[in-house]
């Protein structure tokens, strides 16, 4: 007998152009009062950091949180994305049943971002060809972003 799953939860969410403040960052567990910080974060933090977080404010948890992290790769054309998350569910809920199905849904929302993120590059750079042509090249865009 299967059993389905499905919550819902409205978010508050802040960027960070130059990176999370490190205060706001724990690696000890305390993810109650701070963010879960990314892998990386052992350190500063290389230059063209972005960030993005994400904290509850209402839902089906009693914690949802957590912390989207752009960085420059060595490959000038792409960019890694890390993700680091802190759930707490309700008492009534067993972690063992959201686990699995919040791992598969982490992986098929990167795939949405990561399609989006390839059709507004090539989005842009045919607009910066198509400025360049016409002696316009200011690289301007309007692209409606899906958080």
């Not at 993810?31 to 509850?56: E, Q």
């Not at 972690?95 to 842009?124: D, F, M, P, Y």
Request: hydrophobic share 35%; charged share 20%.
């Amino acid at each position: 007998m299967g059993v389905k799953f499905s919550a819902a939860c409205t978010l508050d969410i802040q960027e960070y152009p130059t990176g999370i403040p490190r205060q706001l960052c724990s690696d000890s567990g305390d993810w109650d009062r701070y963010f879960p910080c990314p892998a990386s974060t052992a350190g500063r933090l290389p230059a063209g950091t972005r960030d993005i977080s994400f904290s509850l404010v209402e839902g089906d948890f009693q914690a949802f949180k957590g912390i989207w992290r752009l960085q420059p790769d060595a490959t000038p054309a792409a960019t890694v994305l890390q993700y680091s998350l802190y759930v707490k569910p309700h008492a009534w809920l067993p972690v063992g049943l959201i686990q699995s199905r919040i791992s598969s849904e982490v992986v098929n929302n990167l795939t949405a971002v990561r399609k989006h993120a390839e059709k507004v590059h090539q989005w842009r750079r045919q607009q910066q060809q198509h400025g360049a042509a016409n002696g316009n090249c200011n690289g301007s865009s309007r692209v409606q972003h899906m958080l």
